[in-house]
């Protein structure tokens, strides 16, 4: 990658302000759409996925004439204060209200809640995530996306598909949705389309929705950001899409992740504190919880759910980095620990990323034993602390 932004940099100067016609921005634009298929024409760009999904909100006001919006319990759309108001957790959003009014929810995967809300007609968006990533790796029932689609469709609401974090190669796929057998009316992508070197967004969707949008002399400026779209950051996008496609990346996710759940599910069965392992490609989470009624679980139910849902994943996270392995858990649930090696992974690494979180978690077969080893270890941190 760096050898060929080099390449560019002698080519011509890349820079971050807009300078005129955006030769980058409309090659890039070309190549996602191109990949994202038909109806999906025009590319909005910005410089993150929070202001992606912003202008997803954006559009399907304009374009529908409505303000309301529907999204999922368990969601994560950004921090800022329009994505805060579609997010799936309200404590994230408690000390910046109040937020934009008129926002709902429903549970994730469960069609039947979606369609009660759909047949209001009342929402301009329906914001729903291919595969929740914060809300714990949740994965919605085989055909739940494809017919939120039609029910969206059916009631003139948008929907916008966030693949943010699913988007490139992550689950297997170039894009989570496809094979699915349908196509949103906007996506928003992020986080890799610059592998992670620059800052950029993109807000996807058809020329009819866009022309509905953003199709008058009132309004057409609305979409512009000072560096969406800027030289440097297409030109690595651009590059970013190369190199997925040259290595073979979104398939190499797909057999390198496919060894992974196989290989923590081999390791870690039986585990007492271990309930579920489960996702695409090289996105898997480890979900912690009592598999038992043992008797500590019996006396003190709270004290054991405070354990395995509130702190049990960071500490396990923290031993991993002790050791080289980044990982974390998931933002709305810390009983889930999230594993997302990069898609550059090889088979050995994979092997040994297996054996270490083995390691680190047959350790523990009780709360009991998480309790005695976080004590142990923070006395010692205490009296080298306080060692005179």
Known sequence: MAARLSRLFTEEPLNFCHMGPARHAANLAEALCKRLGEPLSICLFCSSGAEAVEGALKIARLATGRTAFLSCE????????????????????????????????????????????????????????????EGGIMLPPPGYLAEVQRLCRAHGTLMVLDEVQTGFGRTGRMFAFQDEGFVPDVVTLAKSLSGAIAPIGATITSAAINKRAYGSMHNFELPFSTFGGNAYSCAVGLETLQVLEEEGLAANSKVRGEQLLRGLRERLEGHPLIRAIRGPGLLVGIEFGPTDQGILNRLCPRLVEMVLRGAFGLWVSVQLLERGFLCATATHRWDILRLEPPLTVTEERVETAINMVAEVLWQYRSVTSILRDVTRRLGRQWMRHWRF
């Not at 309200?90 to 469960?110: I, N, T, W, Y």
């Not at 809640?113 to 995530?129: D, S």
Request: net charge negative; proline share 5%; with cysteine.
């Open 74 to 133: 368990g969601a994560y759309h950004g921090l800022s204060l329009g994505t805060l108001s579609v997010m799936g957790e309200e404590h994230m959003a408690k000390s910046v209200g109040p937020l934009l009014a008129d926002c709902q929810r429903v549970p994730f995967g469960d069609i039947e809640a979606a369609r009660q809300a759909l047949a209001t007609e009342r929402f301009a968006a329906f914001l729903v995530e291919p595969i929740q990533c």
